[in-house]
């Protein structure tokens, strides 16, 4: 199934009112960036009305997960993220945190976009469309064929927002999870690759 998403992501920029153009300056993350980035994701969560503990996620494990510029020697390199900023802030204000796909269908590569979030005082200034672009390039630069995400149902700003730049809802899949007990029973349905233990890593 080419088009499946297995994994829901809660990408969003909530629209308002266009403010003047400002300069925004989009980078690859750094290791010292985690505290940063930890405090984007918590405000995330309050955004999307999850309580605290909803976050698993520290600055260590984002250490050894995240694909860093330049490379931590701990990382398991599974993810990248972006970070956006404006000469009013030193902290960045957005991020956008991807992974490559791929479709079957037709044996190309793309990204998807696990988590788009703008600081609310940073809002109607494109950022989220900056960083969206920025995620377009790189796939037509690996020469891909889709940059893709989800977005909650009742966030309808920002589906909204999605379409104006021609996303489309893919309407006809529906997204499936397997995660907590229910991934520990599945494990055990797998034994093992012959020779290698993973074939992602």
Same mark, same amino acid.
């Given at each position: 199934?080419?088009?499946?998403?297995?994994?829901?992501?809660?990408?969003?920029?909530?629209?308002?009112?266009?403010?003047?153009?400002?300069?925004?300056?989009?980078?690859?993350?750094?290791?010292?960036?985690?505290?940063?980035?930890?405090?984007?994701?918590?405000?995330?969560?309050?955004?999307?009305?999850?309580?605290?503990?909803?976050?698993?996620?520290?600055?260590?494990?984002?250490?050894?997960?995240?694909?860093?510029?330049?490379?931590?020697?701990? &990382?398991?390199?599974?993810?990248?993220?972006?970070?956006?900023?404006?000469?009013? &802030?030193?902290?960045?204000?957005?991020?956008? @945190?991807?992974?490559?796909?791929?479709?079957?269908?037709?044996?190309?590569?793309?990204?998807?976009?696990?988590? @788009?979030?703008?600081?609310? &005082?940073?809002?109607?200034?494109?950022?989220?469309?900056?960083?969206?672009?920025?995620?377009?390039?790189?796939?037509?630069?690996?020469?891909?064929?889709?940059?893709?995400?989800?977005?909650?149902?009742?966030?309808?700003?920002?589906?909204?927002?999605?379409?104006?730049?021609?996303?489309?809802?893919?309407?006809?899949?529906?997204?499936?999870?397997?995660?907590?007990?229910?991934?520990? $029973?599945?494990?055990?349905?797998?034994?093992?690759?012959?020779? $290698?233990?993973?074939?992602?890593?």
């Amino acid at each position: 199934m080419a088009e499946v998403t297995i994994h829901a992501a809660e990408s969003r920029e909530q629209s308002r009112p266009s403010l003047p153009p400002i300069e925004v300056t989009v980078r690859a993350a750094e290791p010292s960036d985690v505290k940063a980035i930890l405090s984007l994701i918590h405000e995330l969560a309050e955004y999307e009305k999850e309580p605290p503990s909803t976050v698993e996620a520290t600055e260590e494990s984002l250490l050894n997960t995240l694909r860093f510029t330049p490379p931590h020697p701990t &990382s398991q390199n599974l993810a990248s993220c972006l970070l956006a900023f404006i000469p009013s &802030s030193n902290e960045p204000v957005g991020f956008a @945190l991807y992974f490559t796909n791929y479709s079957t269908w037709r044996g190309k590569g793309g990204i998807y976009l696990e988590d @788009l979030f703008v600081k609310e &005082s940073a809002r109607g200034q494109k950022i989220g469309k900056r960083l969206l672009g920025e995620l377009a390039r790189e796939v037509t630069e690996m020469d891909g064929r889709r940059l893709e995400w989800s977005v909650l149902t009742w966030n309808k700003p920002s589906i909204k927002f999605y379409e104006s730049l021609g996303a489309v809802a893919m309407t006809e899949w529906q997204t499936m999870r397997v995660d907590g007990d229910a991934l520990t $029973k599945l494990a055990q349905n797998g034994p093992g690759i012959q020779g $290698k233990s993973t074939t992602l890593m």
